[in-house]
């Protein structure tokens, strides 16, 4: 079993749908929570980031991470075509630490 | 914001030769940087964890001897393919740990490495 899940999709919506993309993991000791986007054959960009169980919102984003059930989710609310791309969700156990990573969602917003 | 510069963005080298990929923090030093290889449509697969003036860390199932990192400053490490073959091809990126700041931690990755080797 990975140490995180994540679905590969490929996930097709249309523009102004709501997505939403999950990751599951094993390890109850990771406490860092982070969602990256990837355009093809770039570097990821940083999303969001959480720290333990909760809830964080930057504009049409949503974060939200349930330790005790070992799922996270990211929300896009009104998706547009610039949204399309690969989502990865990462965790680490400490600050710096190495990230591990889901296997990456790859999202198409059609307009 | 943070930026991490890796170059080149893309090489093409012949099979048995060396490939050098440097990535550089900017405007931050970077005790810890990270190498990861990702395949097409696969997610990034870390590599190694490089640490300033020490020998860096290797994940399971990578060669050392092949894939050599050097974190010689906190502000450049490089990996070296060395004796590259076909099935070395594959995307290369490095992420640079800078000091906390606020809720976001600061892991920043380079812009990525297409190795193909022919």
């Known amino acids: 079993q990975k140490e995180v899940e994540q679905d590969p999709g490929p996930l097709s919506v249309p523009e102004g749908a709501i997505v939403s993309l999950n990751c599951t993991y094993s390890?109850?000791?990771?406490?860092?929570f982070m969602w990256y986007r990837q355009y093809s054959r770039k570097g990821p960009e940083l999303l969001m980031y959480?720290?333990?169980?909760g809830n964080k919102e930057d504009g049409r984003f949503t974060a939200q991470v349930d330790k005790s059930s070992k799922y996270i989710s990211l929300f896009i609310r009104d998706s547009q075509p610039s949204d399309s791309a690969t989502y990865l969700c990462?965790?680490?156990?400490?600050?710096?630490?190495?990230?591990?990573f889901g296997q990456g969602t790859e999202l198409s917003v059609k307009p | 914001g943070a930026v991490v510069s890796q170059h080149p963005s893309r090489v093409i080298c012949k099979s048995g030769t060396s490939v050098k990929i440097e990535c550089r923090s900017l405007?931050?030093?970077?005790?810890?940087m990270f190498w990861y290889r990702q395949f097409p449509k696969k997610s990034l697969m870390l590599m190694a964890t490089?640490?300033?003036?020490?020998?860096?860390?290797?994940e399971q199932g990578v060669e050392k001897d092949k894939f050599l990192i050097n974190h010689a400053s906190l502000t450049l490490s490089t990996l070296t393919v060395t004796s590259a073959h076909p099935e070395d091809s594959s995307f290369y990126i490095c992420?640079?740990?800078?000091?906390?700041?606020?809720?976001?931690?600061?892991?920043?990755f380079g812009s990525g490495t297409r190795l193909t080797v022919v």
């Open positions: 992420s640079a740990v800078d000091s906390p700041r606020g809720s976001n931690y600061g892991y920043t």
């Open positions: 390890n109850s000791a990771f406490q860092y």
């Open positions: 959480t720290y333990s169980s």
């Open positions: 990462a965790m680490t156990y400490n600050q710096g630490g190495k990230l591990i």
């Open positions: 405007d931050f030093q970077a005790t810890t």
């Open positions: 490089s640490n300033e003036g020490s020998k860096a860390t290797y």
